[in-house]
């Protein structure tokens, strides 16, 4: 049995005390929130350059001699040039060629 001076003893920790919070002023700005806001707009800018500032293309058709063909397309990719399709044609006299339609993005807005 205990004194009548002491404090009964139980088997509960003592409550912890809570965390301290700083005060908040209220002209303060919510630093999630703006970060938030400020990626949306850089993402917002950026796809508004990528839908008023498309490349343009030019294009042009080359027909390369047979025997120089991996020549001829190897120095207009040198220039930039990129195949978009190449066929082999015939033409009336019998004789058949390569015609390729090349393409390369404009230099320049």
């Known amino acids: 049995m205990t004194a009548p001076d002491e404090a009964p003893t139980t088997d509960q920790p003592a409550p912890s005390p809570a965390p301290r919070r700083s005060p908040r002023r209220e002209n303060q700005p919510d630093w999630t929130r703006l970060l938030l806001a400020l990626i949306s707009l850089l993402l917002l800018l950026s ?4 839908l008023t500032h498309r490349p343009k293309y030019e294009y042009l ?6 025997l ?6 190897s120095t ?10 190449c066929r082999r044609a015939t033409n ?3 004789g ?3 015609e390729c339609i090349l393409s390369r993005p404009k230099l320049g807005w």
Do not use: H, M, N, R
């Open 76 to 85: 207009l990719g040198a220039q930039g040039w990129k195949i978009d399709t």
């Open 92 to 94: 009336s006299a019998g």
């Open 61 to 66: 058709v080359s027909s390369p001699d047979d």
């Open 68 to 73: 120089k063909f991996t020549e001829e397309i």
């Open 47 to 50: 796809l508004l350059f990528q």
């Open 96 to 98: 058949a060629s390569y």
